[in-house]
């Protein structure tokens, strides 16, 4: 079994990105959206005008954090050959639970791509606003332009 990686989240998070579970340049580096063409740290760094590609991860953790963002995935562990969410067997997901705890001004979740989001339901469910947007991955060839419209529409960016 692979095992996911830690939340970056705290007590300030008001935006929590959720995607489906770390890729294999992810799991390698030990840090979210490793790939050099996920397009995740370039979005985020249009959006939020933060120099987000070209910082390193402390960093990148850093000013995700002083904008209210946090990230993490729905799963926490699973089986899996590459890199597609297709390929994703045996997935054990994440406690969700611990969220009114670790960041309780959570207000809006949104999951990066179809299989993320998955779990919408249940984070409206829990009383959350979501969004289920476009993919970062390479995988999913929908133009950057048209990917970043679709993340700024969903309020990423904005304070809070």
């Known amino acids: 079994m692979l095992q996911g990686l ?8 008001a935006t929590l990105i959720l995607g489906s579970f770390p890729s294999p340049a992810s799991l390698a580096a030990a840090h979210y959206y490793a790939h ?4 995740f740290w370039r979005l985020l760094g249009v959006l939020l005008e933060e ?12 000013l995700l954090l ?13 089986l899996r050959q590459g890199a597609l969410d297709a390929a994703i067997q045996s997935p054990a997901v994440n406690d969700f639970s611990r969220l009114r705890n670790e960041a309780p001004g959570l207000r809006r979740v949104c999951f990066n791509g179809q299989t993320a989001g998955k779990f919408a339901g249940w984070f409206q469910q ?9 993919s970062t991955s390479p995988a999913y060839t929908l133009a950057f332009e048209s990917k970043l419209a679709r993340w700024r529409a969903a309020g990423l960016g904005d304070p809070g």
């Open 6 to 13: 830690p939340p970056i989240l705290d007590v300030g998070v």
């Open 36 to 39: 050099r063409q996920n397009q």
């Open 51 to 62: 120099p987000l590609s070209v910082v390193d991860y402390v960093e990148k953790q850093r």
């Open 66 to 78: 002083r904008h209210h963002i946090g990230v993490w995935d729905v799963y926490q562990q699973c």
């Open 126 to 134: 829990q009383g959350y606003e979501t969004w289920v947007l476009p």
